[in-house]
């Protein structure tokens, strides 16, 4: 073939190509509201349309012979159906598809689970709908821990309003004593009020210190830290307390180990966990504060009592806000800080808050007649 008669044919191909592509543009458009199946046969028809009338054009300036035409007509024609009913098959899984994937957006949006058909038309439609299964699945725990968070504050709420309300009752009651002179021993008055406020300002304290834990406002002021100097002044200020109830609160394990951290902030952390074991140990038994070096480098202080454990359905929420232990650790709340009775069940999740925003991890564990805390602390929390 010469290369004007090439060009000659592919002119007239190309000619041919564009006006019924044209067309089939055009009735897409009009077909845009129709189903998929039937912008898929329009673009099986085009492409059928386009070959036929090339051709065609190409054979009338070719002179061929009228049965010529009329075999090529015929293949053309058998061949058009065929990719007319492939093209019709093929827009049907597509829409089948596309049922499934409207059904899985309505579900994901219900909070409902989706499940994967056996059979997709490609394998990207396969991963998209695993995918969709997968965030399904996704929202429905962020739903879930949403849910339980709202729960928490709720009890949080209820217990604050309790737990606030018994001194502020006690407060009221003993000033009117006073103001009407009513009172036996107006010393030992003055001494129960401020020991109330000591109290009350405890609950709000660990109120601002988890909102703030919350908000991601916890700053730390990083120094170098040895642990068993912060945990012996811990020991050493709660030591009345456990002697008051016949505890043996002691400290185990390595003297010398170090990081950079928040004294203050990872004190307060410690001293809720050994408060927290204190109100619930009961007497003669041992509380053991330990520090040990972990295989990766990370410090590691445990703190462990006999207080009866926790139960294995509970463990899992320890750490949140608001929550206060079932049996058999229900003899007080695990709540506030150091020095502090009762609570709205906030120390644990300070404890977290605290460890976390040191790049640390808290865990716990139920052992022999009782419960393991572990704080896992980095060597260097923003290293």
Request: hydrophobic share 50%.
């Amino acid at each position: 073939m010469s290369a004007e008669v090439f060009a000659t044919v592919a002119g007239i191909a190309l000619g041919c190509a564009l006006v019924v592509g044209a067309l089939a543009l055009l009735t897409l458009r009009l077909l845009s509201r129709w189903s998929l199946v039937m912008q898929v046969v329009v673009i099986a028809f085009a492409t059928i349309a386009s070959v036929v009338s090339g051709t065609s054009a190409v054979a009338s300036l070719m002179y061929l012979s009228a049965h010529d035409l009329n075999v090529f007509y015929s293949v053309a024609v058998v061949a058009g159906i065929v990719s007319l009913v492939m093209a019709s098959v093929l827009g049907r899984s597509l829409a089948r598809d596309n049922q499934y994937f409207r059904a899985a957006a309505a579900s994901i949006g219900r909070g409902e689970s989706v499940t994967s058909p056996d059979r997709h038309t490609s394998t990207e439609f396969a991963s998209l709908a695993g995918e969709l299964a997968a965030t399904a699945d996704r929202l429905a725990e962020s739903r879930k821990r949403e849910e339980r968070i709202e729960a928490s504050r709720r009890e949080i709420v209820a217990w604050i309003s309790h737990d606030l309300r018994t001194p502020l009752a006690g407060i009221r009651a003993m000033a009117e004593a006073l103001e009407d002179g009513m009172a036996p021993d107006p010393e030992r008055y003055y001494v129960q009020i401020r020991g109330q406020v000591d109290r009350l300002s405890g609950m709000v304290d660990d109120l601002f210190e988890l909102s703030k834990i919350h908000a991601g406002a916890l700053q730390l002021n990083l120094e170098r830290v040895a642990l068993y100097d912060l945990i012996s002044d811990t020991i050493a200020d709660l030591a009345p307390v456990a002697l008051a109830k016949s505890l043996d609160l002691r400290f185990e394990g390595e003297r010398g180990l170090t990081l950079q951290a928040d004294a203050r902030e990872l004190a307060r952390a410690v001293g809720n966990l050994v408060m927290n074991a204190i109100q619930h140990s009961p007497a003669g038994s041992a509380i053991v504060v330990s520090v040990t070096p972990h295989v990766d480098g990370r410090a590691v202080i445990s703190v462990v009592d006999a207080a009866g454990g926790i139960p294995e359905r509970d463990l899992g929420r320890v750490f949140e806000a608001g929550w206060r232990a079932s049996e058999p650790r229900t003899t007080s709340a695990w709540g506030t800080g150091a020095g502090q009775s009762g609570g709205a069940g906030l120390g644990l999740a300070i404890v977290e808050g605290i460890v976390r925003a040191h790049a640390g991890q808290v865990t716990v564990t139920n052992v022999e007649n009782g419960c393991r805390f572990e704080l896992l602390l980095p060597q260097h929390p923003l290293g």
